[in-house]
């Protein structure tokens, strides 16, 4: 996807047996999609960091949503039952939904796990790429590119770096 595209729409089964889209979240100001996994190392170091962006943004109008198109068949880590156990673990706070068929992750342009795409209030795409620049040890992090990000969309200001590379294991693809 490239910046001022419009999120494609989904529905997708969630952790929560629930069917999701992103008329879910149409009263958010901001839809943040990552696209995760359960047994990537980056997506492991990224976690607790999520959890704590969602929470320092929920309201200021921010939904964060996790999305895991991993083949479960070479990854059985990644599967839908093991998707809820890591909900339940980690404590997860927003929505974590399985893209069976890989669509979305394809629509999306999703190569990575962790990958991030930003959209406005108009659902247009304002960033995309990485969290920040340090995934394995969070105390050295000097570039929170996500918040930056967040903040200035949630100010109504422009995002000041559109677009890094997102950093991480590739998308495990089905054969």
């Not at 190569?111 to 960033?127: A, W």
């Amino acid at each position: 996807m490239k910046i001022n595209d419009k999120a494609p729409d989904f529905k997708l089964i969630g952790t929560d047996d629930q069917e999701h889209s992103l008329e879910d979240s149409k009263d958010k100001k901001v839809l943040v999609v990552i696209f995760t996994c359960n047994h990537c190392p980056y997506v492991k170091a990224y976690e607790d960091r999520l959890i704590a962006i969602q929470n320092d943004y929920k309201d200021k109008g921010v939904q964060l949503v996790g999305i895991n198109s991993n083949d479960e068949k070479t990854h059985p880590d990644d599967n839908f039952e093991n998707m809820k156990k890591r909900v339940e673990e980690k404590g997860f706070n927003f929505p974590y939904l399985r893209d069976e068929t890989q669509e979305v992750a394809k629509a999306y342009g999703g190569e990575r796990t962790p990958h991030i795409f930003v959209f406005d209030e108009e659902r247009k795409l304002r960033y995309t790429g990485r969290i920040d620049d340090n995934w394995e040890h969070p105390e050295q992090v000097t570039k929170k590119d996500l918040r930056e990000a967040l903040d200035a969309l949630v100010e109504g200001k422009e995002v000041p770096n559109p677009e890094t590379h997102a950093i991480g294991c590739t998308i495990k693809w089905k054969q």
